[in-house]
């Protein structure tokens, strides 16, 4: 039976209904609706996480209308080494970061209070406070919001995959066969477009929920101002004797874990690879003299990029013409 008609799915759906009961139906405070200048965190409580994946079907749900539709078969590149990212096939994978699942579950099995425990943790963008994907991108795709949200803009963007090399985590994702290099130079300029968690900009810009936090039955994640949210986060902290995780990685970031065990030992056990980030120390990426002097060198091309990008995507282009299909 395929995996996303299971049984355990089949609970899974069951657990996130019963959550859009249970969870609150509050929006945000008005103090911190749409793109507010005081920059929102999310404050994710491990201790309290149970792996139900509820939130990663609400992430599902919610922007599916999101999700990349790519045309095949694809462009033949050149060089042949860069490769087709295809997941076209498999959007229902959900232990992975995928261009169809931007959160997933993380297990890690570890000793609490003296006894072996499963702690489940919710994975997704970092969200940073200054991101070295919006930084780095040549075109501009990437960009960080005043609220604190960093998004990837699909018309925009040329899938290079820069922001996942220069992302300490190599969070985002790409698909083949999408986007607009499909109209300039398929067989040359990039390959698709680059997908990650947008922390649904776009709800919390009318001052709902994102649909992870809204959905889930045991209160896991939380978001408010990111100063109030480190302030509750250190306040569990001291209470369970835990540890934080996001306040300095990467020179700070607007996603805040909370663990009674150090993250170390969360590292040492989690499944890591391609799609799974890691939970280790992060030094600021931006804090480099190299990477800021390409920042500056790259803030003005990208603001060209992004406007012939916006001008192609209106005059509405074609395909690009013929497409070979691309050797696996």
């Known amino acids: 039976m395929p995996r996303d008609i299971s049984r355990r799915h089949f609970l899974k759906a069951g657990i996130a209904a019963a959550g859009a009961l249970t969870a609150s139906r509050l929006p945000l405070p008005n103090a911190v609706?749409?793109?507010?200048?005081?920059?929102?965190?999310?404050?994710?409580d491990i201790r309290k996480c149970i792996g139900c994946e509820a939130c990663v079907e609400a992430c599902s749900w919610t922007n599916e209308a999101k999700y990349p539709e790519p045309k095949k078969p694809f462009p033949r590149m050149f060089p042949s080494r860069v490769k087709v990212s295809d997941w076209s096939d498999r959007p229902h994978v959900t232990d992975r970061l995928t261009p169809y699942n931007w959160l997933f579950i993380q297990e890690a099995r570890v000793t609490v209070d003296g006894k072996e425990r499963t702690l489940t943790v919710p994975r997704r963008c970092m969200h940073c406070q200054n991101p070295p994907c919006a930084d780095l991108c040549p075109w501009g795709a990437a960009r960080k919001l005043e609220?604190?949200?960093?998004?990837?803009?699909?018309?925009?963007?040329l899938g290079g995959s820069k922001c996942k090399k220069v992302c300490p985590w190599h969070i985002p994702q790409r698909q083949t066969g999408t986007g607009l290099y499909l109209d300039l130079l398929p067989s040359f300029?990039?390959?698709?477009?680059?997908?990650?968690?947008d922390r649904c900009y776009d709800r919390v810009a009318q001052g709902e929920l994102p649909a992870c936090i809204e959905i889930c039955p045991e209160e896991v994640q939380k978001i408010g101002p990111r100063d109030a949210v480190l302030k509750e986060a250190h306040a569990i902290?001291?209470?369970?004797?835990?540890?934080?995780?996001?306040?300095h990685e990467n020179g700070g970031t607007n996603t805040i874990?909370?663990?009674?065990?150090?993250?170390?030992?969360?590292?040492?056990?989690?499944?890591?690879g391609p799609?799974?980030?890691?939970?280790?120390?992060?030094?600021?990426a931006m804090?480099?003299?190299?990477?800021?002097?390409k920042a500056m060198v790259i803030a003005?091309?990208?603001?060209?990029?992004?406007?012939?990008?916006?001008?192609?995507?209106s005059a509405g282009r074609g395909s690009g013409g013929d497409q070979e299909e691309n050797p696996s």
């Open 189 to 197: 300029a990039g390959n698709g477009v680059m997908y990650k968690c």
């Open 275 to 284: 799609g799974r980030p890691h939970l280790k120390p992060v030094e600021n």
């Open 257 to 272: 874990y909370v663990s009674p065990v150090p993250f170390e030992e969360l590292n040492r056990a989690v499944q890591k």
């Open 33 to 44: 609706r749409g793109a507010s200048s005081r920059e929102l965190a999310t404050l994710i």
């Open 147 to 157: 609220n604190g949200i960093t998004r990837i803009h699909p018309d925009i963007c």
């Open 287 to 293: 804090a480099h003299a190299d990477n800021l002097a």
């Open 237 to 247: 902290a001291r209470e369970i004797g835990g540890y934080i995780y996001g306040e």
């Open 300 to 313: 003005p091309v990208a603001g060209v990029a992004a406007a012939a990008a916006r001008f192609l995507k």
